[in-house]
């Protein structure tokens, strides 16, 4: 089987899942070729059946934005022909499914065609999809894809509530590859804290709805409490905040240290106690999942598919979004009872492994080949009509 696989080269959630999901076929024995305008973040192209389209766009002093969609579809349509593909897989309704039905349509004119599986991740339907400039064109291209996936229940509820949805939905949930959280040499807990201090965590790409000011501030409470520091990983434009509360809070600046990206996340959540995920909006809560994979209980909001992740009084707790006092009370409680904390690393271990890549991977298999079967079913009984 030959797949495309069109997205986000970032770190975002959709990227990274893209990238895994693609180099994970690759180690089966499937050809994967990407199409995005970079290289994706943590795709390995020395994989022999990995194959990487940058997608060029030309500057032209006419156009104040450049014409990304229409290069994108180019670069699909060229792909397709030249490798002979047998399914595209857009992760993200805008702009991968809306380029690649424009794709699929200049392939009509040749008497071609393929395939689309459009998966959905989250702010392409509960942000930027339901903006008017936008919207029709992402329930035309969800409308228009062969087989539609999303990440967790929570996001089909919301897309089948937003969007005139006339197809089947299904849900295939992200994934964790456990085997990478095997064991933890590269860093030490002594380059963090001290014995005597438990260790707080918080990853993302720091935009707004991530509520890092949540962060701070439970972070803030707890420490009167139970002596600790604070990890926050992650660049973007909420930096200023936390510059802005170490300012207020001058007693607390050895006490949180900013690491900004780094290379060895897995290695650093298995060093801390708790994950501090207080977003208002997430579609699955894949910062979470990993964070479990390495041990780590999860303290967050029960805003959209988290509680599908993050089990109540199981793996960590869940408040509504915007209780700091519940999520402070909550992580006091976990870190003041080593008893419970050791219960719950190993349950969220647990639940880490029901999402593991081994028991995901199948069901993407078994989609994309019950896609192209209905696919060629349909072909044969138009050619007939």
């Given at each position: 089987m030959k797949i495309g696989i069109l997205c986000y080269p970032t770190y975002g959630g959709s990227g990274i899942v893209a990238t895994e999901l693609g180099m994970s076929l690759a180690d089966k024995g499937f050809e994967v070729h990407f199409i995005s305008s970079a290289l994706p973040a943590r795709l390995d192209v020395t994989n022999p059946n990995i194959f990487f389209h940058k997608v060029n766009v030309q500057t032209y002093p006419l156009f104040q934005y450049q014409p990304y969609d229409i290069a994108l579809s180019s670069m699909i349509y060229r792909v397709v022909n030249l490798y002979k593909l047998d399914i595209l897989h857009a992760h993200y309704a805008i702009p991968y499914a809306y380029a690649a039905f424009t794709a699929k349509q200049m392939l009509k004119?040749?008497?071609?065609?393929?395939?689309?599986?459009?998966t959905l991740h989250g702010t392409d339907i509960t942000l930027v999809g339901q903006h008017p400039s936008y919207k029709h064109a992402v329930e035309f291209s969800i409308n228009q894809s062969d087989t539609i996936t999303s990440v967790s229940q929570s996001l089909k509820k919301d897309t089948l509530q937003f969007f005139n949805i006339q197809k089947e939905i299904q849900v295939i949930t992200n994934f964790i590859d456990n085997s990478v959280f095997d064991d933890c040499k590269t860093c030490q807990r002594e380059q963090f804290a001290s014995d005597d201090e438990k260790i707080l965590i918080h990853v993302s790409n720091l935009r707004p709805v991530k509520r890092i000011q949540d962060v701070l501030e439970i972070f803030k409470n707890v420490n009167k409490k139970v002596k600790s520091k604070l990890i926050i990983i992650g660049e973007g434009p909420e930096m200023e905040k936390i510059s802005e509360f170490m300012e207020n809070n001058p007693d607390l600046i050895g006490k949180i240290k900013l690491l900004g990206k780094v290379n060895n996340l897995y290695h650093i959540l298995q060093l801390s106690d708790v994950f501090l995920l207080p977003s208002e909006q997430e579609s699955f809560g894949l910062a979470a999942l990993e964070a479990m994979a390495?041990?780590?209980?999860?303290?967050?909001?029960?805003?959209?598919g988290i509680p599908e992740v993050n089990i109540q009084g199981e793996t960590g707790f869940l408040a509504e979004t915007g209780n700091v006092e519940a999520m402070s009370n909550y992580c006091i409680k976990l870190l003041s009872d080593e008893t419970l904390l050791s219960e719950m690393k190993k349950n969220a271990k647990a639940q880490a492994i029901h999402f593991d890549l081994k028991n995901i991977l199948p069901i993407y298999i078994e989609m994309y080949q019950n896609t192209i079967a209905k696919f060629e079913e349909a072909k044969l009984i138009n050619a007939g009509n």
């Open positions: 004119a040749d008497n071609k065609d393929i395939p689309l599986v459009t390495a041990r780590t209980p999860v303290i967050s909001s029960n805003a959209g």
